[in-house]
């Protein structure tokens, strides 16, 4: 059995309740009875359905999520003198994105509920994943999106799975304010990730980075945007020490868009509150968020776990994406490349080790965002095919 509790004042919630927010105002956690856990860590295919005894759900839709690659760095590792840096690329989910692991146990719960219509706010992928899940489901789905910024492969996959696209004037946080009212108002389940079962299908991460590598890493380093996705992660690996599977902790390194970074000021001030940022803006347009609704988590996260938060620019993000995918094939969108950007500014500064073992997560595919790539990188001008022509170019 699990409930749900308040993370500021511990008010207890029922999991009958469809509940977002605690009556204080702050958000709710899932507590899971940990002994009911199983110890399935054998390192054989991961899935997040592997570990349901976690998982605080009866019914299960899925289209089988999870069970992504964690790559050892083949290049980028030397080049920045890492013994052991991998790469948990969340980009190979059914839609692309870690939001899948969020969204198989977030519609579960609606099943359950006996809800029949769904909605988020999105700034693009939350939206391509719960469309795709209510699809699977059968349920009426409803997205947000801030108007005219989110990436064109997001808005054609929300469209596609037969989504009710609702574009909104403003941006992600306004959405999102308007579809918390709208639910409420409407009798809809509001699936962003102030809904505690998403955070438990993202949790899944820590879960299979430890089966798959055998050892809890020393650090991960990972997007921030609304700042659920550190959160989860954080919650799973404490869960798994906390089951008696693990006896360590990695340290949590959130980096955040320059243009776009409440939780690193909140960090590099010492301050204890989220001050909003009002005009967010950066390329990265998944993490284009002014005013995280798991601010408080994710803070007690980076707190807890000894952990740091940077940001990085446009340029730097850009950069990052195509060394990457230069160096290691594998392509993610620019919110991802923050990853990689971060690491990159973390070690020219001195702040972090390179003889930490050290896992990047990068959270969602590249293709959802060719516009990232051609709007920034020049091809060459077309010519004629000829032989000559070719010669020359080829360098015969
Ligand atoms: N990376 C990608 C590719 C994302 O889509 C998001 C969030 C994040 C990182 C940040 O994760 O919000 O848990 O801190 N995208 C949401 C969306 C907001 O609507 O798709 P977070």
Not at 41 to 60: A, E, H, I, M
Not at 95 to 111: E, H, I, N, P, Y
Not at 126 to 136: C, I, K, M
Not at 253 to 267: C, D, E, F, K, N
């Amino acid at each position: 059995m699990h409930y749900l509790r308040c993370i500021t004042c511990g008010k207890r919630y029922e999991p009958t309740d469809i509940v977002y927010n605690c009556t204080c105002g702050s958000i709710l956690e899932a507590v899971i009875d940990l002994n009911e856990t199983q110890d399935v860590f054998d390192g054989n295919n991961p899935s997040v359905w592997k570990y349901q005894s976690f998982l605080p759900v009866t019914r299960r839709a899925s289209l089988h999520e999870g069970g992504t690659p964690l790559y050892e760095s083949q290049n980028l590792k030397g080049d920045f003198g890492y013994r052991r840096l991998y790469i948990k690329n969340e980009g190979e989910n059914p839609t692309c994105s870690f939001k899948d692991r969020g969204m198989t146990v977030g519609v579960s719960k609606a099943l359950e509920l006996g809800m029949t219509k769904v909605a988020c706010a999105s700034t693009g992928n939350t939206s391509a994943s719960l469309a795709a899940y209510s699809a699977h489901a059968a349920l009426d789905c409803y997205v947000m999106i801030p108007s005219g910024k989110i990436a064109l492969g997001k808005l054609a996959q929300a469209i596609i799975y037969g989504a009710k696209v609702i574009p909104i004037n403003g941006n992600f946080d306004q959405a999102l304010d308007a579809v918390m009212t709208a639910s409420k108002a409407f009798g809809i389940y509001l699936l962003n990730s102030i809904n505690p079962y998403r955070l438990e299908g993202q949790k899944t991460i820590a879960f299979e980075i430890y089966d798959q590598l055998g050892e809890v890493p020393d650090r991960i380093i990972l997007p921030v945007g609304n700042a659920g996705n550190i959160s989860a992660i954080w919650k799973g690996f404490k869960e798994l020490k906390a089951a008696g599977i693990t006896d360590s902790l990695p340290v949590m390194t959130g980096i955040q868009a320059a243009g776009s970074q409440p939780m690193v000021r909140m960090y590099k001030e010492g301050l204890d509150t989220l001050i909003p940022e009002k005009h967010p803006e950066t390329i990265a347009t998944a993490i284009r968020i002014g005013n995280p609704v798991s601010w408080l988590k994710a803070f007690n996260a980076v707190k807890e776990s000894g952990g740091l938060m940077e940001a990085v620019t446009d340029e730097e993000i850009l950069a990052a994406q195509r060394l990457l995918a230069s160096t290691e094939g594998i392509f993610v969108e620019p919110a991802s490349a923050s990853s990689v950007a971060g690491m990159q500014k973390l070690l020219a500064c001195g702040a972090i080790e390179r003889d930490e073992t050290t896992v990047l997560i990068t959270t969602g595919h590249g293709l959802k965002d060719p516009n990232a790539v051609t709007e920034s990188i020049k091809i060459m001008d077309p010519v004629d095919g000829d032989m000559n022509t070719l010669q020359r170019i080829l360098g015969e």
